[in-house]
């Protein structure tokens, strides 16, 4: 059986209001789009579920104005990445610390000493601003294009070189121990 297109489930959820529709395509980008967002909070499993909510209300609501030039799953990242950029705005007093940070991080992967590199790398992605933590996300964990990443983060394609270009350096530089064999 073949699976329906996101563009049809759209297009039957903003003529039809058809809320079948829209609960496919929750289902569909929900456990991707909740992943990327555990990743970029530092694993706060209640913050990233918040922003995933807040993003398919907005898509919802926005649906009839989305017009189909890029993909939907890019789309609903672009959404995540306001309302995520938009807490780290407003609650810039209350961010997480590194270590409470790498301590969420811990609890909710079980740690072991063969994971070091995974926590290490973790905190290293905690460290850097929240558009440079998403565009490297975006780019390394996704594997999206650059274009397909200024399209999310609205940037111009030189500004998405550069976040990753610089990303890569820090975190480089603060794996470099792992690099050179002295973590094992």
Same mark, same amino acid.
């Given at each position: ?12 959820? $903003? +003529? ?13 980008? !929900? ?6 967002? =555990? ?5 706060? !499993? &209640?913050?990233?579920?918040? %922003? &995933? !909510?807040? +993003?398919? @209300? #907005?898509? *919802? ?5 989305? #017009?189909? +030039? ?6 609903? *990242?672009?959404?995540? *990445? ?14 997480? +610390?590194?270590?409470?940070? $790498? ?5 909710? $992967? ?7 590199? /995974? ?13 440079? =933590?998403? &565009?490297?996300?975006? /780019?390394?964990? #996704? !594997?999206?294009? /650059?274009?397909?990443?200024?399209? %999310?983060?609205? @940037? ?7 976040? @990753?270009? =610089? ?18």
């Amino acid at each position: 059986m073949n699976e329906v297109s996101d563009q049809v489930l759209i297009q039957k959820v $903003v +003529t039809l209001n058809c809320h079948d529709s829209f609960a496919d395509l929750v289902k569909r980008h !929900q456990s991707s789009l909740r992943y990327s967002l =555990r990743q970029i909070t530092g694993w706060d !499993q &209640a913050l990233a579920d918040d %922003i &995933a !909510q807040e +993003t398919f @209300i #907005k898509a *919802y609501q926005a649906i009839p104005s989305f #017009k189909g +030039t890029a993909k939907f799953s890019s789309w609903l *990242y672009r959404i995540a *990445y306001n309302i995520f950029v938009s807490h780290f705005r407003v609650a810039r007093n209350r961010e997480l +610390t590194s270590s409470e940070t $790498v301590s969420n991080y811990s609890r909710c $992967v079980g740690l072991s000493e063969s994971s070091d590199l /995974h926590r290490d790398l973790a905190k290293a992605l905690l460290n850097l601003p929240p558009k440079q =933590r998403i &565009a490297l996300h975006l /780019h390394l964990h #996704k !594997q999206l294009t /650059h274009d397909e990443i200024c399209n %999310i983060m609205e @940037i111009p394609l030189g500004s998405v070189k550069t976040l @990753i270009t =610089r990303g890569k350096k820090i975190l480089q530089d603060d794996l470099s121990s792992w690099k050179h064999g002295d973590r094992i």
